[in-house]
């Protein structure tokens, strides 16, 4: 590693490898620094091993992520893999883990594309053994190979909840039953957008590709369910929920859960960066501008960690970004940047078409923004609903408040899981609006990092610095 670095891009999925690449064929100095041992990001995670599935399971969508690693593999790109960032400061300085030692390194430009996260799906039961997200269900896919073979149910809403479903299946799978939680009230809301997705319609089509793929197989397809809880003594047992007025149990040791996905702003809200609250799609979105540019001169945000748009819009907004931070780094002339950038704008406005009918279609059931009393919203320090509003009732006004009444927010997941539902519970026991109540405040260490590593702490651009000095003289 050196100290000073000219442009840093953190995180290697779909956004950051194609701004990688785009900064350095524009001539720029690029590092890419990931946390995993190989390029791909949660979409096409493992894409680069000969062991994971093929095309025939995972899909055309999957396999076009060997595109954009074989681009990476070719390029000037220097890809640091197995780093864990745990802190950026508006003064581009990257704090980071890698070998058991920490690192300091310092940026000209930061574009950061490190992903979204699934949305907490909260429900009494979702803590017990066996219940797991679809993402984490489609990593043991795609990287051992693992399909339940017996006693599975998904449950949820939302795209990748029939994506895993018809991977399961080409992989030899058995689904036991698919529980829908999306509102009847949802299809109203979003046929108004359709006019809007058929611009685009590839991705209708493939929405409905999957829908037959359940019905060719004869999997049990709930739909309109509600007030979902997982059941057993112990461990995962039946899956039990209501429709249509009655009350429903599913036998199942496997349950997989998905309400979508939200964007990942712990860099973004440790920076200090304003975010806008989104109101259809439930979550915060750090504020950027049409080239990623963020607020801080030198950081530009790019892929699903600014805002949901799916893999092909991330690759199309990590070009903008590394466009755009090529040309204020000043290794690609303005006149040519403007016209490359256009480019990539139209694309992806074209590609963004679908998007109004698809976040209004899969808006999460309210259910599970301000879930039951006794369920655990904050799962690393277990806490309950109910804790959170008996907080409220003794005058707690904000998230960051109910840390000191009870931790919420405070363990090693530093919010990820809780944060947007102790919000939601708090504005509803307020009533008042998200944007007015906020988020948790964010500090560094965003990723645990042991004492060890902090002692070990090793200042590149202090070395650089020492090593320039004994050259000198």
Not at 100 to 108: E, F, L, N, Q, V
Not at 337 to 361: N, V
Request: charged fraction near 20%.
């Amino acid at each position: 590693m050196t100290g000073r670095v000219q442009l840093a891009v953190i995180g290697a999925g779909p956004a950051g490898m194609a701004a990688a690449v785009e900064a350095a064929n524009c001539g720029a100095s690029v590092v890419l620094i990931d946390e995993q041992p190989a390029p791909g990001g949660q979409i096409y995670r493992a894409i680069t091993s000969a062991a994971r599935p093929g095309k025939a399971i995972l899909g055309d969508d999957y396999e076009n992520g060997a595109k954009l690693t074989d681009t990476l593999a070719a390029s000037t790109v220097d890809h640091w893999t197995a780093t864990t960032v745990w802190q950026v400061t508006p003064e581009r300085e990257i704090y980071m883990t890698r070998d058991g030692a920490s690192h300091r390194i310092t940026a000209d430009a930061i574009v950061i594309a490190n992903g979204a996260t699934e949305r907490p799906m909260p429900f009494p039961g979702w803590t017990l053994p066996g219940v797991m997200t679809a993402g984490a269900g489609q990593i043991l896919l795609k990287t051992a190979g693992l399909v339940p073979q017996a006693g599975l149910v998904l449950a949820g809403s939302g795209p990748l909840l029939f994506l895993i479903a018809a991977q399961y299946l080409r992989a030899g799978g058995a689904i036991e039953a698919l529980v829908e939680t999306t509102p009847r009230s949802n299809y109203r809301t979003a046929l108004r957008h359709l006019p809007g997705a058929l611009r685009t319609p590839g991705y209708l089509r493939k929405g409905l590709g999957l829908l037959a793929e359940l019905r060719k197989h004869k999997v049990r397809h709930v739909k309109t369910a509600t007030r979902l809880q997982a059941v057993g003594d112990g461990r995962l047992q039946a899956l039990r929920f209501s429709r249509a007025g009655r009350q429903h149990e599913i036998a199942c040791t496997t349950l997989m859960l998905h309400i979508g996905v939200v964007p990942n702003v712990q860099i973004t809200r440790a920076l200090n960066l304003p975010h806008d609250w989104d109101a259809l799609q439930r979550c915060w979105r750090p504020r950027r501008d049409a080239d990623g540019a963020t607020e801080l001169d030198g950081i530009f945000l790019a892929g699903d960690g600014a805002g949901i748009g799916g893999a092909v819009v991330a690759e199309l907004e990590g070009r903008i970004a590394g466009l755009a931070s090529a040309r204020a780094l000043g290794t690609l002339e303005t006149g040519k940047a403007e016209a490359r950038l256009a480019a990539e704008r139209s694309r992806l406005a074209q590609e963004m078409a679908p998007r109004p009918f698809l976040d209004a279609l899969y808006a999460p059931s309210p259910e599970f923004l301000a879930p039951p009393d006794d369920t655990i919203v904050c799962r690393c320090e277990e806490v309950t609903a109910g804790q959170i509003r008996s907080y409220v009732g003794l005058g707690c006004i904000g998230p960051n408040q109910t840390k000191s009444f009870g931790r919420s927010g405070m363990g090693p997941c530093q919010g990820r899981l809780c944060g947007l539902t102790v919000s939601e519970i708090i504005a509803s026991e307020t009533a008042r609006p998200m944007a007015e109540v906020g988020y948790y405040r964010i500090r560094p260490p965003i990723k645990p990092v042991t004492l060890g590593e902090l002692a070990a702490l090793h200042d590149d651009q202090a070395a650089a610095a020492d090593r320039s000095l004994e050259n000198a003289s």
